[in-house]
């Protein structure tokens, strides 16, 4: 059986914040400061915009090398051959989005603070799993607290490894000294008055091995 794919490589991973008249704009910052993943998250049922976007910003993303993934959304990740689909608690499973998406598509699962999902997930063929939220996050603010200590304990799966919730450039550097591969971002990165900087700043947490002093 073919081996499924992994959440390649390490850094930002960008989350958008709805519906915004410049959100091409602002996802090509997040890209030239470094965003290696973008997720498109955009919760209204206005498909004829989302798809539109959607397709722009898969085009956007493929010229600054980088992956994009759809939030939840199943069929517009396959109706716009998004590199994959995240997966939150409410959302299809990654067994029936795999069928759909194929062994090459990227399927994320948000995991909360459950290393029992987490498990599952891992067993359920995921590309990757997010944790959250870390810190208190203006985007969802209730959501549950995840333990930093939670990115440790999930090494052995094997995966990758996105921390999200209340992320900013200055307390991010805990969590990637934690294992996280990624760090997810919404309003740190696309609430900012610079969002090329602000991607920056997370794009340079990740580009020094601290235990090596070599580039990451």
Do not use: W
């Not at 910052?29 to 993943?37: C, H």
């Not at 959607?54 to 010229?63: F, I, Q, T, V």
């Not at 209340?166 to 008055?193: C, E, H």
């Amino acid at each position: 059986m073919k081996s499924i794919a992994l959440l390649p490589g390490r850094g930002l991973y960008a989350v958008t914040d709805g519906p915004r008249p410049d959100l091409l704009d602002v996802v090509a910052q997040a890209l030239a400061g470094g965003g290696r993943v973008v997720q498109y998250r955009d919760d209204t049922d206005d498909h004829l915009r989302r798809r539109a976007e959607a397709a722009d910003l898969k085009r956007l993303c493929h010229r600054h090398g980088a992956l994009f993934i759809i939030d939840a959304d199943v069929a517009l990740a396959k109706d716009v051959a998004a590199d994959g689909v995240h997966l939150g608690p409410d959302n299809a499973d990654p067994g029936s989005a795999r069928h759909e998406l194929g062994a090459d598509a990227i399927i994320g699962v948000s995991c909360l603070a459950s290393l029992e999902r987490a498990n599952a997930a891992a067993a359920a063929g995921a590309s990757y799993v997010s944790f959250g939220a870390f810190f208190k996050s203006p985007t969802k603010p209730l959501a549950g607290h995840a333990p930093i200590d939670l990115l440790r304990k999930t090494a052995a799966l094997g995966l990758p490894r996105v921390a999200i919730g209340g992320i900013t450039p200055d307390n991010a550097r805990l969590l990637v000294d934690a294992g996280a591969n990624f760090i997810a971002a919404v309003s740190a990165i696309f609430g900012a008055a610079d969002v090329r900087a602000a991607a920056q700043r997370f794009t340079d947490l990740y580009s020094i091995d601290r235990d090596h002093g070599t580039p990451a």
